[in-house]
């Protein structure tokens, strides 16, 4: 049973193409405004003190 195909098409599955443009805390639901080069883990909610997570 050769297929003949290449690769099919299971890339496209998001809604919305590009990653997530802020940090949220997921204690208090804080959001911040995601910086260039710092990963969200490394900000911390300024109410709660929690790691904020990006993705
Ligand atoms: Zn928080």
Same mark, same amino acid.
Request: proline content about 17%; hydrophobic content about 40%.
């Given at each position: 049973m050769a297929g003949g195909r290449g690769r099919g098409g299971? /890339? /496209? %599955?998001?809604?919305? %193409?590009?990653?997530? /443009?802020k940090c949220v805390c997921p204690q208090c639901g804080y959001e911040a405004a995601k910086k260039r080069g710092l990963p969200c883990r490394r900000m911390k909610c300024p109410k709660c003190g929690t790691p904020l997570v990006g993705e």
């Open positions: 299971a /890339a /496209a %599955g998001r809604g919305m %193409g590009g990653p997530p /443009a």
